[in-house]
């Protein structure tokens, strides 16, 4: 293998590669001095033959005292700059009116076996939704976790970020996150009584807690002792499942990671998933390989596994490109990938575990089938079509009636619903009923209870709609559509965009446009109505998602088609999708700006280095910029099946083509940009925002604004509050409007 890796330092000349003079005053925007970058101090690496210039990787050691008073100075200027922009106050406004007239909002309903209902509840005017419960959805609420409490106690801010009920709903396990950090500690509390039943559980990341049947433990996930000490790279690495017995509680019972069982020759970053196979004597494990989504299953006896000496037996493993597992009926339900993308359902019997023996329960057909999830007497399916979902139901007894392959014999039903959209399904093997949400682009999420009546004379249904709270619909001060188009990308590949605006919007060119993308992971952006959307909507503009290779809108061969040595045809799509609506009167490179966070930032950045006479204006989010040292970052080892690494060779051209840091060129013009990141997140390191400021900044000496909106009591974005996420909205659209040259979001100049 050719790969070799230099480091040398060069100070006092200049390189000719992505090193650029250095500037030596601040730059001067909206009456405020923007600190210049600090001194470039080149590192060059050699991957492959190729010499890669990193004039800023000092930045990435975000501890450092002069790296941290530079930050400071970069906030606290861009902080005044939008406190310049005149309009800005008027979003926030319109904002918290929608907030405030939106209701009370409901998330991450979940049931117990016996009926108990706990879910995340924000009232208006509530910056952090607090856990509640009741007996049944009748019973009376009441108040469990109240992380405002915390907040005020503590003095910064706290979130619950998952909760995990006992089978009988008496116990539950929540974490509990500060300052947006997605490590934290994991609680275990009675519910009656709220009472602590030991200490609070540190190194909590995704906790993923599964209760025993009894209630009488729970296995969760936890980061190794000593994780913040260890390299970046190593930190999240050999995550283990560790077990709390409640009987003689010990929070540091670890049974698996993946160097215990060294021989299942599972990589660092894999997390198994330990959990109990009801009905039967055995654990099973489902294990993640960080962000590829294909998963692998294992099982062994269950007290072999609590003494640290499990045999595990492969049920399956990735090249069976299983997305999604569930279980019920006596059945494990797989949702695979493999020769069908977009996706086909498997069935096993718990007594069987051998893929060999799996049954096709509903092939590959036109629509994606998207998730799964089982309810006492059913397997229910939602199978994505054009821009709505359907929900179908797979009665159990059909399914176990079932010989051989025998797909056709299957009862199939497709449940009618009170509105058509985008349906999301919260189903439990406890309960026949099902929680059904329903949204678009311009209606807001509705919930209904749809309860099947299954006999042998009847096949009818009940459906009524959910109200936790009191039903609010929303006020809109203007008619919003919503419109899908097909865009034909640079090689001919039709993408799929959606365009919400005023139904009296005129096709003049010259309307406020924002284009967002995404296109990592597989992950599609579903139809939900946004606040944020809706107010730059309202106000003239046009909001855009393109829905673009990487991402999953057309099943797994469309995220095929935008990762590692594919990956271009993401940021690719996104110019696509902007000449587009600019050639048919949408909008104009002036008026245009491009959004997107996390792995969003390859869509913004490549997009605007590539074709900076597209935008106007850019905004990246917690984004991901420099691909090539993107595996030095805390998350990143975890992140390789998506991006690729530079140990292999096609895989490092990629990682530097798709990298906007090392794209962008000295004197060229490019958009007005601010970057936006919590500096606590530990998912996508701040350093990768600190770097490409710079690049940038130092490029176009003070052309453009290049500005860093950092908020130190934020990370990737779980986690904050309402009025943080609020005011971001805020800020970047006033940013855009600025840029766009609208009136009233002009600084008064000085």
Not at 251 to 261: C, E, G, Q, V
Not at 400 to 427: H, M, R, Y
Request: hydrophobic share 40%; proline share 5%.
């Amino acid at each position: 293998m050719k790969f070799i890796k230099l480091n040398f330092c060069f100070v006092g000349f200049c390189l000719s590669f992505s090193v650029f003079a250095q500037p030596s005053k601040a730059f001067h925007f909206a009456g405020i001095d923007i600190p210049p970058p600090l001194a470039a101090q080149n590192v060059q690496d050699v991957y492959w033959g190729v010499t890669v210039n990193d004039p800023y990787r000092f930045l990435e050691q975000v501890k450092d005292p002069v790296v941290m008073t530079w930050m400071k100075g970069q906030a606290d200027a861009t902080e005044s700059i939008l406190k310049q922009i005149p309009g800005r106050a008027s979003i926030m406004a319109s904002l918290k009116e929608k907030d405030s007239v939106g209701g009370t909002v409901i998330s991450a309903i979940t049931r117990t076996e016996l009926g108990r209902w706990f879910y995340l509840k924000r009232e208006q005017g509530q910056s952090q939704a607090k856990l509640v419960w009741r007996d049944g959805v009748a019973g009376e609420e009441r108040l469990l976790i109240d992380p405002e409490a915390v907040t005020k106690e503590k003095g910064r801010p706290h979130a619950i970020q998952s909760f995990h009920p006992s089978p009988d709903g008496k116990l539950l396990a929540y974490g509990m996150h500060a300052s947006g950090s997605e490590i934290g500690h994991m609680h275990v509390i009675e519910v009656a009584t709220g009472k602590q039943l030991l200490p609070p559980i540190d190194r909590v990341r995704f906790a993923g807690a599964s209760w025993r049947k009894n209630g009488s433990g729970l296995f969760f996930s936890r980061l190794r002792p000593g994780f913040e000490s260890m390299r970046s790279t190593e930190r999240f690495a050999d995550t283990g499942r560790y077990y709390l017995d409640l009987s003689q509680p010990n929070p540091d019972k670890l049974i698996f990671n993946a160097s215990m069982y060294a021989e299942l020759k599972l990589p660092s970053f894999a997390t198994g998933y330990v959990q109990e196979l009801p009905g039967t004597e055995l654990a099973g494990m489902v294990v993640n390989f960080g962000v590829d989504r294909r998963l692998a299953m294992y099982v062994a006896n269950m007290d072999d596994v609590m003494n640290g000496k499990a045999k595990w037996r492969e049920v399956f493993n990735q090249s069976a490109d299983i997305r999604e597992v569930d279980m019920g009926h006596g059945n494990v339900y797989l949702r695979s990938a493999l020769n069908a993308p977009r996706f086909k359902i498997l069935k096993l019997k718990l007594t069987q575990l051998d893929l060999k023996s799996a049954e096709t329960l509903l092939p590959e057909s036109e629509g994606v089938l998207r998730a799964m999830t089982v309810s006492q007497d059913a397997l229910n399916v939602t199978r994505r079509e054009g821009v709505n979902t359907a929900l179908l139901r797979l009665p159990a007894a059909s399914i176990n009636a079932l010989g051989g392959s025998g797909s056709s014999k299957l009862d199939l039903q497709k449940v009618s619903l009170p509105i058509e959209g985008n349906v999301t399904v919260v189903g439990s093997v406890d309960h026949p009923d099902l929680i059904v949400a329903v949204s678009s682009w311009t209606q807001a999420l509705r919930r209904y209870v749809y309860a099947p009546t299954t006999s042998s004379t009847s096949n009818t249904s009940q459906i009524v709609r959910l109200n936790l709270a009191p039903p609010v619909e929303p006020i809109q001060r203007a008619e919003i559509v919503a419109r899908e188009v097909m865009v034909p990308s640079h090689d001919g590949v039709r993408v799929p965009v959606s365009i919400i605006m005023r139904k009296d919007t005129l096709l003049n060119g010259k309307n406020p446009t924002i284009l967002y993308g995404y296109g990592a992971y597989g992950t599609t952006e579903e139809p939900a109505r946004s606040n944020g959307v809706m107010a730059w909507v309202e106000r003239g503009g046009i909001y855009v998602y393109a829905h673009v290779r990487g991402g999953g809108a057309l099943g797994s061969q469309w995220h095929e088609a935008g990762h590692k040595t594919t990956k271009f045809n993401t940021w690719k799509d996104g110019i696509a999708a902007a000449e587009w609506l600019i050639a048919n009167g949408y909008t104009s490179a002036a008026k245009l700006g491009i959004y997107g966070g996390s792995a969003g930032g390859i869509f913004v950045g490549r997009a605007i280095t590539e074709r900076p006479d597209l935008f106007a204006v850019a905004v990246p989010s917690v984004p991901v910029l420099d691909m090539v040292r993107s595996e030095q970052r805390a998350n990143g080892v975890a992140n390789i099946p998506e991006y690729g690494t530079v140990k292999v060779e096609p895989e490092f051209h990629a990682l530097l083509r798709n990298s906007s840091y090392h794209a962008v060129k000295e004197g060229v013009k490019y958009p007005a940009t601010m970057l936006m990141h919590g500096v606590n997140d530990s998912r996508v390191d701040v350093w990768q925002s600190l770097k490409f400021a710079s690049q940038l900044s130092s490029a176009q000496k003070g052309a453009q604004p290049v500005l860093l909106r950092l908020d130190y009591q934020a990370g990737h974005g779980s986690g904050s509050s309402a009025e943080q996420a609020m005011q971001r909205t805020a800020e970047f659209q006033s940013f855009m409007l600025w840029q766009m040259g609208e009136s009233g979001f002009q600084p008064e100049r000085k």
